[in-house]
């Protein structure tokens, strides 16, 4: 049976002016880990689940990405984490929003999905979770970086001389990762990890965790998208693949390109996504100047990328 896996590092890329040649080669060997971690499951006849959920630890242990340890400060300086999985083959979703003490949200998320008869659990009912089903929980310097604290100075500053929200860089508009994986019982599964955007709004609930926006699985695809959230969950991105797949047999690629390029971009907002069918084809479309990605699709193809050229 087929096997393929995508992954996405966030498309709130650095741009090239800032990306120097010893960053690049930090973010690919961050996404070829991450990538290789989730393959390796699959490649033992491991579940799309179990591979998603490889992966995107991987990138929430990595300071270098959005979500976990590297995630994006809110207004009040705080950290307030997003996450969602989703297996396609029984269509059991779990997400949480709002966390700030699981070291992994993701693994809550799918503490969610497994231990309890919800779906989204939220803030202070996250983090109790959290503890109570043992998880490694973390204080909230834990999640610190310099890199996102000075993006939180600048965002902090523009706001406060009333900038315009065009020309922000990429990489503090939004930042998420996220994975999506076929296995060899042709069951899919797909998984979305976040900080969300710098300076946002304490309390704020991006696309993320929201099933069917910005992660969704179902028996035909999976998908997990990365952008300006509340564009995402407007247009009920991440099912709007899957339903244009259904409906209107389009290609795993025409769907995930009509969503990002017509649907995202159409009302002027940017971001991507990456999405994986039952026969194994994948697709990384975005809609900005570039998308951390990886994949080793149906055919075995692999592709580890981060700008529009690649």
Not at 63 to 70: D, V, Y
Not at 179 to 192: C, F, H, K, M
């Amino acid at each position: 049976m087929t096997i393929a896996i995508a992954i996405h590092g966030g498309a709130g890329v650095l741009s090239r002016e800032a990306m120097t040649p010893d960053k690049q080669r930090a973010y690919r060997a961050a996404l070829t880990a991450a990538l290789d971690a989730g393959h390796a499951v699959l490649v033992r006849g491991g579940s799309a689940l179990d591979a998603v959920t490889a992966s995107v630890l991987s990138m929430e242990d990595d300071p270098l990405f959005n979500a976990g340890k590297g995630a994006a400060f809110s207004e009040e300086g705080k950290i307030e984490l997003d996450a969602a999985v989703m297996d396609g083959s029984t269509r059991n979703a779990g997400s949480v929003t709002g966390v700030t003490v699981a070291r992994n949200p993701v693994l809550l998320a799918r503490c969610v999905m497994e231990a309890t008869p919800n779906v989204m659990v939220g803030f202070a009912g996250a983090d109790a979770l959290a503890r109570q089903h043992g998880l490694v929980c973390v204080a909230q310097d834990y999640f610190f970086t310099q890199r996102r604290w000075d993006a939180l100075q600048l965002e902090r500053a523009r706001i406060a001389a009333g900038g315009p929200d065009q020309g922000v860089p990429e990489d503090r508009r939004h930042g998420t990762i996220g994975a999506v994986a076929l296995d060899d019982q042709g069951r899919t599964a797909a998984a979305t990890s976040t900080g969300g955007r710098t300076a946002k709004c304490q309390g704020r609930i991006g696309d993320s965790p929201v099933i069917g926006a910005g992660t969704w699985a179902d028996p035909l695809c999976a998908v997990s998208c990365t952008g300006d959230g509340e564009h995402f969950i407007r247009v009920a991105a991440a099912h709007d693949v899957a339903a244009r797949l259904a409906y209107l047999g389009q290609s795993l690629q025409e769907a995930c390109d009509t969503v990002i390029h017509q649907s995202i971009g159409g009302m002027g907002s940017t971001g991507g996504m990456v999405a994986v069918d039952v026969r194994g084809h994948v697709a990384t479309p975005f809609h900005c100047e570039g998308m951390y990605r990886a994949f080793v699709d149906g055919q075995g193809r692999r592709l580890v990328a981060i700008y529009d050229e690649e």
